[in-house]
């Protein structure tokens, strides 16, 4: 079955950096717009950053923007997310996901989702 399989998360400070990765496995990411969730400690899934399959863009929430950019190497089926400027308020589990039908900020537009990768940022 299709996998999504986050990594690189882990305990930092704030102001410090981290890149996640996501590898898929039997799902090519070559066409599919991908997108990187989030969900903080009591609260619902949000959007955190999206890359379009065709037309090289990305998409990012407004606490996000200039911090983080998401990017992808389609031969090696991964999307990333460099997150930069680290704060307390970004601590969440993260998610990668594939988008099936709808639009790239909705979560549940989405069809495959990995496990998720904490991430927790200390003050």
């Known amino acids: 079955q299709v996998q999504l399989v986050e990594s690189g998360g882990g305990l930092v400070q704030a102001g410090d950096s981290l890149s996640l990765s996501c590898v898929a496995s039997?799902?090519?990411?070559?066409?599919?717009?991908m997108g990187w969730f989030r969900q903080p400690p009591g609260k619902e899934r949000e959007f955190v950053a999206a890359s379009g399959w065709n037309s090289g863009r990305a998409w990012y929430s407004d606490s996000v923007k200039s911090r983080f950019t998401i990017s992808r190497d389609n031969a090696k089926n991964t999307i990333y997310l460099q997150m930069n400027n680290l704060k307390p308020e970004d601590t969440a589990i993260y998610f990668c996901?594939?988008?099936?039908?709808?639009?790239?900020?909705?979560?549940?537009?989405?069809?495959?989702w990995g496990q998720g990768t904490q991430v927790t940022v200390s003050s």
């Open positions: 039997r799902h090519s990411i070559r066409t599919a717009t």
């Open positions: 996901g594939s988008l099936r039908l709808g639009n790239y900020y909705d979560a549940s537009a989405y069809v495959y």
